[in-house]
C-alpha cells in the first residue's frame, strides 16, 4: 500500500537548529485583551491556549491551528469546550513532531486565503507551523503564538520578519522547492 502523500514529510527540524526556536519572534504579551488591540491585519493563531484566549474575549482568528495539546499534555476541559465550540469552518492535517508536512502546509494555504475564519485540527503538532504562517501571511498580518512559561508573541509580519521565517524554513532538512509549492499562493 502507498503512503498517504498528504502526510508526506516536507521540512523537518534538524536537531541543530532546535535552539533557534527558543528566542520569541516578537513581544510577549499576556492579556489577550492588549494583544487584540494591537491587531490590524489579519489574525494567525498557532496553539490551543493562544486561541482559547482570543475566542474567549469574543476575537475569532482568521486562522487558528490548534493540537489539541499545551506543553505535550491534553488541553483542560474548558478550553477544549472552547474551541469546539468555535463557529470557524474546520479543517483537519497530518504534522508529526518537528515536521511540516504536505497536508500541513496546503492546509494553511488555503485557509489563508479562504473567505471565513478557520481552523486546522492538527494530527499531530503544530509548533513549527508558525514559521510558515508568517512566510506567507499579508505584510501587517499577526501571527501569534505561546512561549511557554512567558505568555503570547506577537508578530506583526513585514519583510524583515517573513525573510527570518523563511530562512529558518531554508535551514530545516527536507524538499524546500516542494514546501514553496504548497506555500505559493
Known sequence: MDADPEAEIVLSLPDVLRGAFKDPLGPIETDAEVL?????????????????????????????????????????????????????????????????????????????????????????????????AIAIAPDGASVVYGQPGEGMVHVRVDSEVRERARGLLNRMDGDHERARELLER
Open 36 to 132: 487584540a488591540g494591537d491587531v490590524v491585519g489579519p489574525l494567525i493563531t498557532v496553539g490551543d491556549v493562544v486561541t482559547y484566549h482570543f475566542e474567549r474575549i469574543g476575537h475569532t482568528p482568521d486562522v487558528a491551528v490548534v493540537d489539541g495539546l499545551t506543553e505535550r499534555d491534553t488541553v483542560e476541559d474548558d478550553v477544549a469546550r472552547t474551541l469546539e465550540a468555535s463557529d470557524a469552518r474546520r479543517r483537519e492535517a497530518n504534522n508529526p513532531a518537528a515536521t511540516l508536512s504536505e497536508s500541513m502546509l496546503r492546509t494553511l494555504r488555503e485557509a489563508l486565503e479562504a473567505a471565513e475564519p478557520t481552523v486546522i485540527d492538527v494530527d499531530g503538532e503544530e509548533d513549527l507551523v508558525t514559521l510558515p
